[in-house]
C-alpha cells in the first residue's frame, strides 16, 4: 500500500519472484481519476502516494499447476446475485464489489457484465436481456460443478431483476441443494428519487409496466389501484422500441385520480453519462420523452415542488398525511 516512491523497489521484487505478470496495480480506487492494470505495464514516474500493488495467491486459482479445476476438487459451489446500482462504480456497494472479484465465473446480460472490471483468472459468460431463465440456470450449473459463481444484475437484483429467476430455479431439482445468496443494490427509483429531492417521502407503490410478461388488463388494474388509495408510484420499464403507447395510456388512467398538476419525475439514465433528471405536470407527461433507460417517480395528493435559491427545483412528499 501507498506505493509512491517505492514502488520501483516493489515492482523489482514482484520479477525476481516471477511474479510479475500476476500482480495488479491500483490507483485513487472509487475516485474520478481512478487507474487498474497490470503492474507491469505502469509507468514508475507516474505512481502517486495513493496506489496499491494487489498480488492474488496462487492457491486454488484455476489454471495454476498446484490447483486442481474447481469441477474436480469437491469443494462446493455457489450462485451470489449481485446488484450492480443503476450505473457506474460509485453505486456499487462494498459487499458486492467484493463477491465480483472473489467470483471465478460472472453471469449476466452483456450490457451489465461489461461495467464489471476484467480480472485475470474469470470467466465472463455474456447472454442476450431475454434469457433469463436460461441464464439462471446456466449459473447454477456451474455452482454444481464447484465453481463460485456471480450473476450481475442492474440496480436491485430482486427489483423486476436476477434474484426471482436464480431463486426459481434453485427451488427445483437438480438444484435444490445450491447455495444461493442475493446481494441488495441501488435500485433506480431510489437513486432518481435522490436526484430529484425526497418524492418517495410517503407511501409508495412499484408498479412495472412492461406487458411482457403480464397482461397490460393486471398493470391497469393495480395503476388504478394505487392511484386511488393516493399512493406515489414508481413506475419501472415505462418504455422501449417495441412499447410504445403504455405511458399515454398509464397517464389517462392515473388522470382519472390525480390532478393535471401532480408532479412527475423523469429520471433517465441515473448515474450514467447521459443522466438527466426533469420534473414536469402529470398532464405534460409526453410518451416521447420516455425509453428503456427512464424512470418515472408520480406524486400522490401531498406531493410538493420548490424552486430552491440556486434555481434547482426540488420535489417531496411530506410525511404527514391530512386526516381525513
Same mark, same amino acid.
Given at each position: @500500500?501507498?506505493?509512491?516512491? *517505492? ?23 472509487? @475516485? ?23 498480488? /492474488?495467491?496462487?492457491?486454488? *486459482?484455476?489454471? *495454476? ?45 452483456? *450490457?451489465?457484465?461489461?461495467?464489471? /472490471? ?7 459468460? /455474456?447472454?442476450? +436481456?431475454?434469457?433469463?431463465? $436460461? ?9 454444481? !460443478? ?21 431463486? $426459481? ?9 445450491? /447455495? ?38 393486471? &398493470? ?15 413506475? %419501472? +420499464? ?39 433528471? !426533469?420534473? &414536469? ?13 427512464? &424512470?418515472?417517480? &408520480? ?21 404527514? %398525511?391530512?386526516?381525513?
Amino acid at each position: @500500500m501507498k506505493l509512491g516512491r *517505492t514502488f520501483p523497489t516493489v515492482r523489482r521484487a514482484l520479477e525476481r519472484s516471477g511474479r510479475l505478470a500476476d500482480a495488479r496495480y491500483v490507483e485513487r480506487a472509487t @475516485m474520478s481519476a481512478e487507474r487498474t492494470g497490470s503492474l507491469g505495464e505502469v509507468d514508475p514516474s507516474s505512481v502517486p502516494y495513493f496506489s496499491v500493488a494487489v498480488l /492474488p495467491s496462487r492457491i486454488d *486459482t484455476p489454471g *495454476t499447476p498446484d490447483a486442481p479445476d474447481a469441477s474436480a476438487s469437491g469443494r462446493p459451489g455457489e450462485v451470489v446475485v449481485v446488484g450492480l446500482g443503476p450505473a457506474g462504480p460509485l453505486w456499487l456497494t462494498p459487499e458486492a464489489r467484493g463477491e465480483l472479484a472473489a467470483a471465478e465465473d460472472l453471469v449476466g446480460y452483456t *450490457t451489465y457484465l461489461d461495467r464489471v /472490471p476484467v480480472r485475470p483468472g474469470q470467466r465472463r459468460h /455474456p447472454s442476450d +436481456n431475454k434469457v433469463e431463465a $436460461e441464464r439462471a440456470e446456466f449459473a447454477l450449473d456451474l455452482a454444481r !460443478r464447484g465453481r463460485r459463481v456471480a450473476v450481475v444484475s442492474s440496480g436491485d437484483p430482486g427489483v423486476f431483476a436476477m434474484a426471482t429467476a436464480v431463486l $426459481e430455479a434453485a427451488s427445483e431439482e437438480p438444484y435444490r441443494d445450491v /447455495p444461493v445468496r442475493v446481494l441488495p443494490g441501488m435500485t433506480a427509483a431510489h437513486a432518481a428519487a435522490a436526484r430529484a429531492g425526497a418524492p418517495l417521502g410517503h407511501d409508495y407503490a412499484v408498479v412495472s409496466l412492461s406487458d411482457r410478461l403480464k397482461p397490460w388488463e393486471v &398493470i391497469a388494474e393495480r395503476l388504478r389501484a394505487a392511484a386511488a388509495a393516493d399512493l406515489v408510484l414508481a413506475l %419501472y +420499464n415505462p418504455g422501449s422500441r417495441s412499447r410504445v403507447w403504455q405511458v399515454g395510456k398509464a397517464r389517462e388512467l392515473l388522470l382519472e385520480h390525480r390532478a393535471p398538476d401532480t408532479p412527475v419525475v423523469l429520471g433517465r439514465d441515473i448515474g450514467g453519462p447521459e443522466e438527466s433528471v !426533469r420534473i &414536469i405536470r402529470l398532464a405534460d407527461l409526453d410518451p416521447a420523452d420516455v425509453d428503456m433507460r427512464t &424512470i418515472l417517480l &408520480i406524486g400522490s395528493s401531498q406531493t410538493r415542488t420548490a424552486r430552491r435559491g440556486d434555481g434547482t427545483e426540488i420535489v417531496w412528499t411530506p410525511r404527514r %398525511y391530512p386526516e381525513g
